[in-house]
């Protein structure tokens, strides 16, 4: 058996790992900008500024709330790759009802607020439902379940408008994507906070949240200590496919039109922030912190990298090797 | 006398705490088919697993015609010439049954599978050994019996295969097909193989075996042949002289009945089985593997659901198949398995303490995390868990403080009665005590318990009563003043 003290140490280094490597490449990212201020090839270190760092929680948001389902789904020992398309899906019916164009007006602010609002996350929830009784009831294995989903979902959301976008969006819906509150917090990041917090109350602190990790790390056992897993694991699902309608509220607003390409391999950088926060794909391990540290480094590293006019192609490969290497150190760690 | 083909002399095996093989001894010669006998955990498949080279043995010699030997990997001793046929199918089911007998070792012809070789050559295997199954035939498509054929053929595929280790092959067969076997055996031990047969089955040492070795609790007790040898001899041999584990029962049972069940049936594991069970009792369910003990047990629990027949708490009916239900009426269940059923094994002990108990100890679906705490605490002093604190995860503990993990989350929602499968499995001495401790001071306190068990001498020790299940009834009652070991292995077998 470990020792108290080496058992203290080892978890201390799991539990902030994640922060180190953010720290650290934030001080990388920091050090090239100041490097080229010295040459004088930049007035400023563009970098370290409140606007930029503003800016990467802006760039994460949407891609940090799907990673907060995921990351319940993840730790579910399962995998929901069918985000992106469900987000483009409840974007789509948010946008239909959030655009001028139809022409009704009864309550004008209500209409324009309350029923995308509600058509988005009552869409998602619905994609997510299916999702998580194909898994649960007819047990099918979640990556083809949500694949399935991840087509249908897309094709629904050309079905909607025929394949064509919508836009003139309401400016009472546009505030979800653009608005600021204080003239100062960008309304994508308040929620992206409200979903983190809520999320994080929901995983540690409920009873559900318990059985989410028992249901992932050994369903059998779960279900013999009496956890109901068909249950659980349905609204794992569900949960996972209402921040989907959240995330597409927000990239709708934020976009200022529906677009049916919308959120196209969205899951992947969702899978990436959670996988580099520290999750198994085996289930039954992962964190919401880690997973936010994880969007944060994408982020960072997408921001950083288009600071310093690196190719996107080249960004690709950059970003690829890191979740490789992140997996491989988690790994090496645990073994 | 001339030297035996496999001499294995005073084999020593631990694993973590818990001592598997103390003094395990096996000989085997050419020509001959040598029963291994005795019951679970006696130590039959841990010698056989250290002569296939699965785990390398702490202190002993292997010697094969007289040569010293030792393995290190499985390949080693096959190359060595020691072949198993597997007592669970391990066949490839997708695969043909040619490919199943030579996968990986299939002829080649310029880098590619020569598949007229490799058929050729599995006909006339099969045709040598009489086995009439075509090699093409899909294996998932043949019948049980004729695929655990297959496996025979695969484990003789290996010419130079001189020793060869059937583990209880009957298990899967019918009286028709395990005829044939037996014809194969014999016909393999006239052709000069030395040959290991593992059986629970009595009867069959008479048929087939011709030398025999009993293991029990580690330790080979007695060797020879079986020509004089009688059923009666042998089932005491096994039971043996006892090691004088130390028993805790303090508890009394009261008259009043606490739960019953009544002509229970869930085909094909078992029928019509009615019992009941008193306050403060400990009750055992004695039955080999395969007696529907298990499957019993999970459809008391609610884990599965009967074709018919009732069973009641307190008086009240239990809801068939709903598990809520059934820990809400106060039945807590420590299973057979506890790595596959019984705990999450990548979280931490309280995680898995707390588990059962959340449904009590939340509001609004928030966890009262002092109750939990307080639950956790309790069930770590109580059950005498040693971990470093409940923030360990519990695949760091040893064997018998994860089976305590088990117990603990069991209690830990204050049941009446408590489902015991092989409470003590795998469970080293002290553990052991702890968990009969435990038992006990539950059903002193009210609770009464169902426990299965294969140690007979646990299962004397414990019970107030003990049913026999066999094949799936129940065929008879002991009471545990007038019960011998030998009355209930009789009863089972």
Redesign the interface.
Known sequence: ??S?TL?VKR?SFQKYGIIIAFLALCALVSAICQIKVMQGVWPVNVFLTVNNLMLILHQISVNGILAVGMTFVVISAGIDLSVGSVLAFSGMMAASFATRSTGVTPWSGVYFVAFPLLAALFTGALCGLVNGLIVSRFRIQPFIATLGMLLAARGLTMAVTGGNPISALSPEFRWFGTGRIFDTLPVPVVFLAIVFALAWVLLN????G??V??VG??E?????????TTSVLTWTYIFAGFLSGVAGIILTAKTGSAQTSAGTSYELDAIAAVVIGGASLAG??GRLTGTFFGALIIGVMNNGLDILGVESFYQSIIKGALIVLAVIIDSRRQA | MDTPRLSMRSIQKRFGGVKALTDGNLTLRSGEVHALCGGNGAGKSTILSILMGFYKPDSGVIEIDGEAKSFNSAHEALEAGIAIVQQELSGVPQLTVAENIYLGSEPRRRGFIDFDTLNRNAEELLNRLGFDIDPRATLGDLAVATQQLVEIAKALSHSNANILIFDEPTSALGEKDTQRLFEVIRELAANGKAIAYVTHRLQEVFTIANAYTVFKDGETVIEGKVEGLTREMLIESMIGGSLGTEFVKDNVPAPATLFEVKNLTRAPYFRDVSFQLHGNEILGIYGLVGSGRSELLDTLYGLEIADSGDVQIEGRPLTPGDVDGAIRSGIAYVTEDRARSGLVLKASVGANLALSNLRFINSFGMVQERKERECVDLAIRQMHIRTPGPEEIVSNLSGGNQQKVVLGRCMAVGPKVLLLDEPTRGVDVGAKKDIYRLISEFTVGGGAALMISSDLEEIIGMCDRILVLRSGEIVEEFKHEATTQKDLMMAAI
């Open positions: 058996m470990t108290p058992s978890i602190k409920t009873v559900f318990r059985y990790y028992a790390g050994n059998k056992s779960a279900r013999t200590s009496g956890v109901n039954g391990v």
